[in-house]
């Protein structure tokens, strides 16, 4: 017997108000429907619809875990740089972080 392979991703949504809400789960297209459906949390329920807007494939629950909390964090210029794709800014953005703290 063959055992599955199972993915873990750290996403990112556009909500409505244009606020953005990042989670994990191992079922992007579910989870998704779950949020646009307003059955997930309260965040993503009083800002409807959502959009997905970044995700990322992690080996694990507990990396992609790691990287929702992480970019938790983050400010929403750190946060739009991510859905850019803009390494450079997200560099850019953390130095300037880090000087602050």
Not at 32 to 60: I, K, N, Y
Not at 63 to 68: G, Q, V
Request: proline share 3%; with cysteine.
């Amino acid at each position: 017997m063959q055992s599955s392979i199972v993915d873990f991703y750290a996403y990112i949504l556009r909500c409505a108000d244009r606020t953005y809400y990042t989670g994990h789960t191992d079922n992007l297209e579910r989870r998704l429907a779950e949020h646009q459906g307003g059955g997930v949390c309260d965040w993503t329920r009083r800002r409807l619809p959502v959009e997905m807007v970044w995700s990322e494939t992690f080996p694990t629950r507990i990396e992609a875990l790691e990287a929702e909390r992480r970019i938790k964090g983050w400010s929403r210029a750190k946060k739009e740089a991510l859905i850019r794709g803009d390494w450079p800014a997200i560099s850019r953005l953390a130095k300037k972080a880090k000087k602050k703290s």
